[in-house]
């Protein structure tokens, strides 16, 4: 068992920057490929970025160049930088583990991007 817990949401202006944290509790976080997705209000929950064990990321195309996903294993911690953030990034950001079949997910914190 997995638990997700996120941090680091809030208010920013556009252009400004966040770094959104996910802490995880349980064991064995190292074979766990975990993402970062979104989800803005009206809209279905999107992937914004993820990572695999062994360190590789992939980007959504609408945040390449602008976030930054990575991982400390000893820490059992995955972050997202996001830098030139713009009104578009406003949603729910959640976490998210999986390995085989096993999906777990944190309950999300909130980014608004606004002047």
């Known amino acids: 068992q997995v638990q997700l817990v996120e941090s680091g949401g809030g208010l920013v202006q556009p252009g400004g920057s966040l770094r959104l944290t996910c802490a995880a509790s349980?064991?064995?976080?190292?074979?766990?490929?975990m993402g970062w997705y979104r989800q803005a209000p009206g809209n279905a929950r999107e992937l914004v970025a993820q990572?695999?064990?062994?360190?590789?990321?992939n980007y959504a195309d609408s945040v390449k160049g602008r976030f930054t996903m990575s991982r400390d294993n000893a820490k059992k911690t995955v972050y997202l930088q996001m830098v030139s953030l713009k009104p578009e990034d406003t949603a729910v950001y959640y976490c998210?583990?999986?390995?085989?079949?096993?999906?777990?997910w944190g309950k999300g914190t909130l980014v608004t991007v606004s002047s």
């Open positions: 990572i695999t064990s062994d360190g590789s990321t």
């Open positions: 349980g064991s064995s976080f190292s074979i766990y490929a």
């Open positions: 998210r583990g999986t390995y085989y079949t096993m999906t777990y």
